[in-house]
C-alpha cells in the first residue's frame, strides 16, 4: 500500500462513519415517529383544527399553530404511552407485532420517557399558547386514554372501546376550548359523534381480527360476545351515530351541504351496517368495507363542516361567551380554516 492509497482510505472512514451515523439517527428518528401513531395523530388533529374553526372567537396566527402543535404533541405522547403499556400484548398480535417495541427497535423505558416528556411539553405549550381550560382538557385526555383505556378497561371489559372513546372523542372540544377558554355545545355535537362512531369503527376491525384478540386476552366484543352480537351493536351505534351526525346542520352551526353530505354518506354507513347485521357477522369483506369507510365518512363530515361552515351558508349560532345567554345571538359565523390534514386508513 504506498501513502497515497493510505492517505484516501483515512479520508473515506471518516465520512463513511459520519454517512452510517446519519442513517442511523434517521431510522431513529423514523421509529420515534412511529410510537406516535401519526395517522391517528393526524385524524385527532383534524378534528381538533375543526373544532377551533368553528369556534365564534379566534386566536392569533401564532397562537393558533403553537395550540394545534401542542394538541398534535399530546396526541403523539398518548400513541407512544400506549404503546409502552401494551408492549406485552402487542407483541403477540399480527397486526401489532412489527411496532418499535416488540421489535426491539426503542426500548420501553425510552418510550415511556419519551411519552410521558411529549406529553408535559404539549400541555405546558397549550396553557401558554391558549388558556388553562384547554391544557387541563388535554391532560385529562392522555390520562384517560392512558389510565383509564388502555390500563383499565382494555384489557377487562367488553365496553373497553365504547368508553374508552371519549379520549378519541375529545380533540374537537379541546380545539374549541383553546379558542374560547370554555366548552361550547357545538363542541359537545361533535364529541358526540366521534363517540358514537367509534364502536362501529373497531368492531368492523375487531370481526375481522378476532383471532389477535383472543391471543392477546384482549376482550373485544366479537371474542366474548360473538359475531352475530358484535354486527348488532354495529348497526345500533352506526343507526345513533348518523342521528348525531345531522345536530350540526339541526342546531344550525351548518347549512345544506353539509346536510346533503350527512344524508348520503350516513345512507352508506347504515347500508354496510345492515348488511353486515344480516349476514350475522360473517361476512368478513363486508365488515372490511364498514372499517374503511368509517374513516372516510368521519373525514368527509368534518370537512364538510369546515367548508359548509366557513363558507357563510349556515345560519348565525346561538352562543352563551363571553358572558352572553345562550339566548343572544352570535355575532358572525368562523372564518374559513386554512389546514388540511392528510389521513389515511392504513393505522389504527
Do not use: C
Not at 46 to 72: E, K
Not at 84 to 109: E, H, L, N, Q
Not at 126 to 148: E, M, R
Not at 261 to 271: E, K, R, Y
Amino acid at each position: 500500500m504506498d501513502a497515497k492509497t493510505a492517505d484516501n482510505q483515512l479520508i473515506e472512514k471518516p465520512t463513511d462513519l459520519a454517512s452510517g451515523s446519519s442513517v442511523a439517527l434517521g431510522w431513529r428518528i423514523f421509529e420515534f415517529l412511529a410510537l406516535a401513531k401519526p395517522r391517528i395523530m393526524s385524524l385527532a388533529v383534524f378534528t381538533a383544527i375543526v373544532g377551533m374553526s368553528l369556534a365564534p372567537d379566534r386566536l392569533d396566527p401564532f397562537a393558533a399553530l403553537a395550540a394545534v402543535l401542542a394538541i398534535a404533541a399530546g396526541a403523539a405522547a398518548a400513541g407512544a404511552l400506549n404503546m409502552w403499556y401494551d408492549a406485552d400484548i402487542d407483541a403477540v398480535m399480527s397486526r401489532t407485532a412489527m411496532r418499535p417495541i416488540p421489535r426491539g427497535r426503542v426500548s420501553p423505558f425510552e418510550a415511556l420517557v419519551f411519552g410521558l416528556a411529549l406529553g408535559a411539553f404539549a400541555v405546558t405549550v397549550l396553557g401558554l399558547a391558549s388558556n388553562l381550560v384547554a391544557a387541563a382538557l388535554l391532560a385529562g385526555t392522555i390520562f384517560f386514554y392512558i389510565v383509564v383505556y388502555t390500563a383499565w378497561l382494555k384489557r377487562t371489559t367488553r365496553q373497553n372501546i365504547v368508553i374508552g372513546g371519549a379520549a378519541g372523542a375529545l380533540p374537537p372540544v379541546i380545539g374549541w376550548a383553546a379558542a374560547t377558554g370554555h366548552v361550547g355545545p357545538e363542541s359537545l355535537t361533535l364529541f358526540l359523534i366521534i363517540f358514537l362512531w367509534t364502536p362501529p369503527h373497531f368492531w368492523a376491525l375487531a370481526l375481522n381480527r378476532a383471532d389477535d384478540y383472543a391471543r392477546a386476552g384482549v376482550p373485544m366484543l366479537p371474542v366474548v360476545a360473538g359475531r352475530a352480537v358484535t354486527a348488532r351493536q354495529i348497526l345500533i351505534y352506526s343507526a345513533l351515530m348518523v342521528l348525531a351526525s345531522g345536530l350540526p346542520w339541526v342546531l344550525g352551526f351548518v347549512g345544506a351541504t353539509y346536510g346533503a353530505i350527512v344524508a348520503a354518506s350516513g345512507a352508506v354507513f347504515l347500508l354496510l351496517a345492515v348488511r353486515m347485521n344480516r349476514s350475522a357477522g360473517a361476512d368478513r369483506r363486508t365488515a372490511h368495507r364498514l372499517f374503511v369507510f368509517s374513516i372516510v365518512y368521519l373525514f368527509a363530515l368534518f370537512a364538510a363542516l369546515l367548508i359548509d361552515h366557513g363558507s357563510g351558508s349556515s345560519s348565525t349560532m346561538r352562543s352563551s361567551h363571553d358572558g352572553r345567554t345562550a339566548a343572544e345571538i352570535s355575532p358572525g359565523l368562523v372564518r374559513n380554516a386554512s389546514s388540511f390534514i392528510n389521513f389515511s386508513a392504513g393505522e389504527v
